[in-house]
Structures are given as structure tokens and as C-alpha cells.
């Protein structure tokens, strides 16, 4: 579905740089190709979760003891910087276009739990769940509106970035030991709006703000022990990211 919005979104554009436009106003055109520096900070957050699976070492009441102290959530605010560019049209004082953008993340967070086991009481049980990611990438298509040297604009379209979850388990009581690691390259949506100030006939000045959501990465780990080993332990964890930028602009054809 999100191959499909993308080129949506492209045939809109090209349709509409077909069309009849507009006289443009008086001020800067927003027409052209152009490319920017963003920096600024990131503030990531993941739901990581970890349940049993098939129960074998693990019975009902560690399940239920992990599926409660397993559901845990993550969050990480880090600077950030990136580069984008993109193609706008300006049709009176519309702006349409669509821009292509990656950034740092920086993302590697972790969580802890030790307690003691329900089931074995006397012996202690720690899960371990880390989230890493540090890079993501979007193409979006933009909608402005332009007023002599300002504009403002609002941006959504798919997202993508490789996230890795690692998870351990262990336990005193017989050894117990569950251990799993995954990368994935998940894909996501990125939705946000921002403004520029034209300085000149080249250059501008912007400020955005961008809030994506991505796909969660699943992992499926072995449980091993001295006494009856087997069974399996489930994870998840997700990523939301809201990044907050600002960077300079060049415009090779304007404004």
C-alpha cells in the first residue's frame, strides 16, 4: 500500500506541474530543485515486549510472571542531523513538491528487570531488552502555502529505517537461559509541517517538525536449562521518533 501512495503521490505532482499555472505572486518562486543541512534532536521511543511462547521450563505461572514485568517502554531524546532535497512547483501561492530526506538517530536504549520467581520462590529471574536504531529515511511528498519571502507547509509519506532487538533471559533457579538478536529493516509512515524565510535568490532558512511511526520487528528465542529444557520466549519492540529540526536551504532555480 505504501508503493502505491508513493506513486500516487509522484503522478499528483507530475500532473500538476502539466497543468495551467497560475501567475505567481509577487515575492520569491518556490519553483526548482534544492537541497538542505538539518540539524537539531530526536526523541525516540519503543514498546519492547517479551511473552512466553511454548511452555516447557517455563510453566503457566512464569508466563504469566513475564508477560507482567516483559511490557516495557523505551525512550531516548538525541541530537540529530541529516540532508534533504527535493522538486517544488509554485502555482499562485500553492507550492506543491516532493522530498526525499535521511537522518542520524543514534538510537541504543535498554531495560533490566530482576525479581524474584513466582514459581521457584528463593531464586531470581532477569529479562533483559535492548532497542538500537541509527538512521532513518523518508520520501514525502510537500503541500505549502507561499507569502512573499515565507513558506509554510505540511509533508506525510513512507518511511524506513533498520532497527535490532536484542533480548536475554536468565534465571538461578535451574540455569535457565533464553538469548536472541535480530536487525530488520522495517518501514514506516513520517507526517509533519514546517516553514522557510527566503534570504536571498539561493538560500533559506527552515524549521520542521516530523513525527514517524514504524513497523515493530518480531523474534521468537529458545529456552535452555539443566532440568527439562525447552520451550520458547516471543519479543517485539516498535519505534516512534519526533524529531525537531532546523538547517539551511539551497535553491538552484529560486527562490
Known sequence: MRVRYAGFAIAFLAGA???TAQPVPAGNDWSGFYVAGLVGGTNSQSNVKTTAGVLQYLDATDARQIARVGDNDLEDWRPSGGLAGGYGRQFG???IGIEASANSLFLDEDHVTRQEMDANPGSQS????SV???WMATLRPRLGWAQDNWLGYVTGGIAVTRLKLDTLYTDNAFSGLSQGSKSELVTGWSAGLGGEY????GWSLRGEYLYTRFDQINLVSNVTSTNNSGGTLNHSGDLDTHG???GAVYHFTGP
Open 244 to 246: 525537531l529540526f532546523i
Open 17 to 19: 506541474t502539466g497543468a
Open 132 to 134: 538500537s536504531a541509527d
Open 198 to 201: 527566503a534570504l536571498d535568490q
Open 126 to 129: 532477569t529479562i533483559r531488552q
Open 93 to 95: 501561492n500553492i507550492v
